[in-house]
């Protein structure tokens, strides 16, 4: 029970300090993403993260009124976007969330994910959210 208030302060302090934020385009172009990832490397990144950026298993939990729950993505998203693939999809909701915001939430995802993961990083995690 501790650790569950600790991780749902956390998550409304990451939020606050977030939505406070300009959201640049991505460093990254999505042509530079590699179109196969590793699965298992891309979970390993969602449950730890990187560097100083928070994992976004800190914000996807299950339930959380303030961050979509992933089960099921891979079904939704190729039709969040017209005209933007799964894959594509996937890698704009990383690197530049704020291009397109999940119906029902607000802007509050970390947006910084472009300056610290590496093109093929990325694909790792896209491979992974693919499976969700
Ligand atoms: C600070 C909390 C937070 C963190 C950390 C976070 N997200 Fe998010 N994420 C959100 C919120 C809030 C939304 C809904 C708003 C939007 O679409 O940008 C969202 C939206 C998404 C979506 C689109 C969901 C849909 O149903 O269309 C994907 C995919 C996603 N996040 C993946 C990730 C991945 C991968 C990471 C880690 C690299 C991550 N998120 C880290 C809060 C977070």
């Known amino acids: 029970m501790q ?9 409304v302090l990451i939020i606050v300090l977030t939505a406070c934020n300009p959201n640049p385009p991505s460093v990254i172009n999505y042509a530079d993403v590699p179109r196969e990832g590793d699965v298992a490397q891309g979970e390993i990144l969602f ?6 950026a928070p994992p976004c ?3 996807h939990i299950p339930e959380s009124p303030a961050s979509p729950d992933l089960a099921g993505f891979a079904e939704r998203a190729d039709s969040q976007v017209e ?6 999809y996937a890698f704009y909701s990383i690197t530049e969330p704020a291009q397109f915001i999940a119906e029902g939430y607000g802007n509050a ?10 093109p093929q990083e990325i694909a790792d995690l896209i491979a992974y959210l693919l499976t969700l």
């Open 83 to 88: 005209g933007q693939s799964a894959h594509e």
């Open 3 to 11: 650790i569950l208030r600790l991780i749902l302060i956390t998550h």
């Open 109 to 118: 995802m970390y947006n910084q994910y472009d300056e610290i993961f590496t």
């Open 57 to 59: 298993i800190l914000c």
């Open 47 to 52: 449950t730890s993260g990187k560097n100083s």
